[in-house]
DNA sequence: GTGCAGTGGACCGATCGGTCCAAATTCAGA
DNA sequence: TCTGAATTTGGACCGATCGGTCCACTGCAC
């Protein structure tokens, strides 16, 4: 009846740990994250640990991979050269509330966001961050590029620090909603969530809109 | 001959233990920052640092304490109420470019940026960093306010989410000027810095300019 | 039985912030 | 100039925590 594969965890307790790791990364970064509270709060002995992992790096590597690789999966984000043409904010508008919505479900999501953009330190450890932050700021090169092309985003500043400032804003509105959205009613909020797009497509958008 | 008061350390020594531990935790953050580094780099033994410091907090608040009470006299930060006006974009251009050739000029300053807005996690320890965010949350808010007052900043978005727009903003173009600067020829930055300046402009503006 | 995946837990060396005390240095008063 | 108190210092030491190692013991499969 065991499903048990050799050198392989149990599934639930693998999601169990992973689950547990990500919170841990998220909240503390990687050096301060610490390994003991992880195996810890999983009832795991540190045998048991090193007996799947060889390191601390290579429990972040996999959540890294794991948690990116479901996000993936579920968001189904566009080629962006599709995204060029007349429509292409509401395009973009489009993805996003998809994505929105995904990210808000699995708690595990929000986790992997705050695991590659609040800790930069941490990305230097691993290589399975350092590749997802690659694919991410690729992508969003992509979209810029493909936004300009159409002209639906301006070329006066450089790409490069374009990407960046969407990166923060994105990062800012999301902190910003975990502190104030409580202060929100319900139904004030699809207004908000569009308001903040808004505030992205006029920071890229050419002055004669 | 010596200025020596009990109690109080020898001026040129405090400074180098104040300068190398702004260094050390801009670089690493409160909790990662080795209080063992800073004392070895500045030749100081334990008990002559716990001698005049009660602990690492007492440091990290007497750095935030020094550093900002220095930027302040050096920034003489307007009034925000004053700001009001038809020109209130021209006078925060001025004040912002001020603030932009003090920083330079000093590495202590930019040490200080990094240590406020980095790392969230090390603000909950120390009380100086606390009300120093405080009273630049505060200031910010009221150039907001008086920028409204005028009908020179946009009023569809809460205050306090484009405060933290603002800010991330502002830490974005600080962060991608560090990475990127290098490449750019000394020619092309007064143009890249009034661009970065009309981004957030743009970000602030009502539609009908 | 025998072998091996899996486990508990003692243990390691390093580093951390912080304490303590005795020696060194400084300085005032005689 | 000597002396005694106060200030300042070096450095051993403390308990805790860290990531990681090691080994003996379990329990199941063949």
Redo the contacts between chains.
């Keep these: 009846m065991s499903d048990r594969v050799p050198g392989v965890m149990a599934p639930q307790r693998y999601r169990h740990l992973l689950a547990t790791a990500a919170r841990e990364f998220a909240g ?1 970064g990687f ?2 994250a610490s390994l003991n509270a992880v195996i810890r709060a999983c009832g795991m002995s540190k045998s048991s640990f090193y007996h799947y992992f060889g390191s601390k790096e290579a429990l972040f590597d996999r959540v890294v991979e794991e948690a990116s690789a479901a996000l993936a999966r579920d968001l189904a984000a566009p080629v962006p050269e599709t995204l060029a043409g007349a429509d292409f904010w509401n395009r973009v508008e489009a993805f996003m509330a998809g994505a929105l919505a995904a990210s808000a479900k699995q708690a595990w999501y929000a986790d992997l966001g705050r695991i590659f953009y ?1 800790p ?2 941490s990305a230097e450890r691993s290589a399975a961050l350092r590749r997802v932050l690659a694919g991410v700021e690729d992508w969003l090169g992509r979209v810029l590029a493909a936004g300009r092309s159409c002209g639906a985003v301006r070329d ?3 790409a ?2 374009q990407a ?2 969407v ?3 994105l ?3 999301d ?2 909603s975990l502190v ?1 959205m409580p202060e929100f009613d319900a139904a004030a909020l699809p207004g908000l969530v569009q ?2 797009f808004a ?1 992205l497509r ?2 890229l958008s050419p002055d004669a809109g």
């Design positions: 503390h050096e301060q609040l930069d330190l006066d500043l450089p490069s620090l960046e400032l990166m923060a804003l990062q800012a509105m902190r910003w104030h308001r903040q505030v006029r920071l």
